[in-house]
């Protein structure tokens, strides 16, 4: 079995975070290890506080799983002090991970900050190049690539640039987005992959950020192209929010 590592914030509620991470793993058939970022006491409506691991302890958290274990992919996702931004730096600049995907946990839904502004600025200077992909909202790209945005296509322009910028590919979700259907695009620095779904209204949609960049690093620690592991990833996450859930095969 391959390995899986999340490097993320524990949500006490279970739908997302290090929680949600784990059982993603689990359901698509790879080991998930673990390296907490942070404590949050929060429920399915908003996040009512944060407090981040001492940098020290994350250190020695993800260099325990780089050194006994041969990771596969890796999932990046709230990192809570700009303290534990340099270290995941630091930590994945030596490593040899090719699979590595960031969820920009900039804020919660409820708007809880989670990030400084210099922690956004070494995300963008250390980590993003360490990155296959990052999924930002539209919201989180908003704020990354510092402009307003109106439309996917405007943002689909901006991401050409910024994939060069930043070396990595960049996925923009469309749940933001108006419309009757989610349009989504795929960015890569050679290509863009767009993609068009149904709208569904999902129950609830906490934790579903965390639960589709993980699926995607899964789906790469698997072998399976970049666009493939998105759309596979997609299907998956529609199906567990549906109450249809789809294995990892």
Not at 200 to 219: D, E, K, M, P, R
């Amino acid at each position: 079995m391959k390995n899986f590592l999340t490097i993320a914030a524990s949500d006490n509620s279970g739908g997302a975070g290090i929680q949600k991470d784990i059982s993603v793993a689990y359901d698509i058939g790879l080991w998930p290890l673990s390296a907490i970022t942070g404590i949050t006491v929060q429920n399915f409506s908003r996040v009512i506080s944060v407090s981040p691991v001492l940098p020290s302890l994350l250190e020695q958290q993800i260099a325990e799983c780089l050194a006994s274990f041969d990771v596969s992919a890796i999932k990046i996702g709230a990192i809570c002090s700009e303290e534990n931004v340099d270290v995941i730096a630091t930590c994945l600049s030596n490593c040899s991970v090719k699979h590595i995907v960031l969820d920009p946990v900039i804020a919660s839904t409820s708007g809880k900050l989670f990030l400084t502004e210099r922690a956004i600025g070494v995300l963008r200077e250390r980590i993003f190049p360490l990155t296959k992909l990052i999924t930002p909202n539209k919201p989180e790209f908003e704020l990354l690539a510092n402009t307003p945005l109106h439309s996917l296509d405007e943002a689909i322009d901006i991401a050409k640039t910024k994939t060069q910028e930043w070396n990595t590919s960049i996925l923009l979700k469309g749940g933001h987005f108006t419309g009757s259907t989610i349009r989504e695009a795929l960015v890569t620095p050679s290509s863009v992959f767009l993609h068009e779904h149904p709208r569904v209204n999902f129950t609830y949609q906490h934790g579903t950020g965390c639960t589709l960049s993980s699926a995607i690093a899964c789906f790469l620690g698997k072998g399976e192209s970049l666009n493939s592991a998105y759309l596979k990833a997609t299907k998956y996450l529609v199906g567990h929010y549906t109450g249809c859930k789809v294995s990892g095969d």
